[in-house]
């Protein structure tokens, strides 16, 4: 069974540009949940979707935002980004609460 | 919100002797304790967890036990091998780890000394 796979691993972005990240769950599972993780702040709940609804939000600015499709994939996009918002961007996929969360390796974010 | 606190931040254990790593939470209405390994490059693992209505958990050399009324719950790993290196996450949540998220803690270096 294939795992969490995040595209891209790597990128760099540059101040005040957008970027849009990709998580394909593990077959089967409907919830999708993405977190932040920094060496200052630790991991941080960003969303999760589950059946193409944002059921919760963590404390994060409008700037961040997702949404997820029909077949369970997500996204999530950062607007007008800044350079604290390097970081690597996890997402984690469950069968359904309460369950499990696996997560993928991660895409990780660089901002110049 | 949920604050969970982990100590220590760094571990170093020589090899074979057991390694226990704390945390402490504040809302009394998480219910679900899971436990993850984090190895370099890598997305954390899940590696054993607990629920509110079970003191303790065992997994082979890993174990978890769960203070609901101190609101504490701990992580041990007897006779500690090299690959046990790599950073640890305690983590919290209210919905057994699903809308709400979850809460995670700071982590701990686990360095496993030859």
């Known amino acids: 069974k294939a795992g969490v796979t995040q595209t891209p691993r790597y990128l760099i972005k540059t101040r005040g540009q957008q970027v849009t990240l990709s998580c394909s769950p593990i077959s089967g599972h409907r919830s999708v949940s993405w977190y932040q993780q920094t060496p200052g702040q630790g991991l941080q709940f960003l969303f999760e979707y589950f059946s193409e609804t944002q059921r919760n939000k963590g404390n994060f600015p409008g700037r961040f935002s997702g949404r997820q499709f029909s077949n369970s994939r997500s996204e999530m996009n950062v607007s007008t980004l800044e350079l604290g918002d390097s970081a690597l961007y996890l997402c984690?996929?469950?069968?359904?609460?309460?369950?499990?969360?696996?997560f993928g390796e991660g895409s990780r974010l660089t901002v110049l | 919100g949920e604050n969970v606190e982990q100590h220590p931040s760094t571990l170093s254990v020589q090899e074979g002797d057991s390694a226990v790593i704390k945390c402490t939470y504040s809302?009394?209405?998480?219910?679900?304790f899971p436990w993850y390994k984090q190895e370099l490059g890598k997305g954390p693992q899940l590696i054993i967890d607990?629920?509110?209505?079970?003191g303790e958990k065992k997994d082979q050399r890993i174990a978890v036990t769960l203070n609901k009324t101190a609101k504490h719950f701990s992580l041990h790993i007897t006779e500690t091998q090299p690959e046990d290196s790599a950073v640890y996450f305690c983590?919290?949540?209210?919905?057994?780890?699903?809308?709400?998220?979850?809460?995670f803690g700071k982590g701990t270096h686990l360095i496993i000394q030859p």
């Open positions: 607990i629920r509110s209505n079970v």
């Open positions: 809302d009394s209405a998480s219910n679900y």
């Open positions: 984690a996929s469950s069968q359904g609460p309460p369950g499990e969360l696996f």
């Open positions: 983590a919290a949540s209210p919905s057994g780890g699903g809308a709400d998220g979850l809460t």
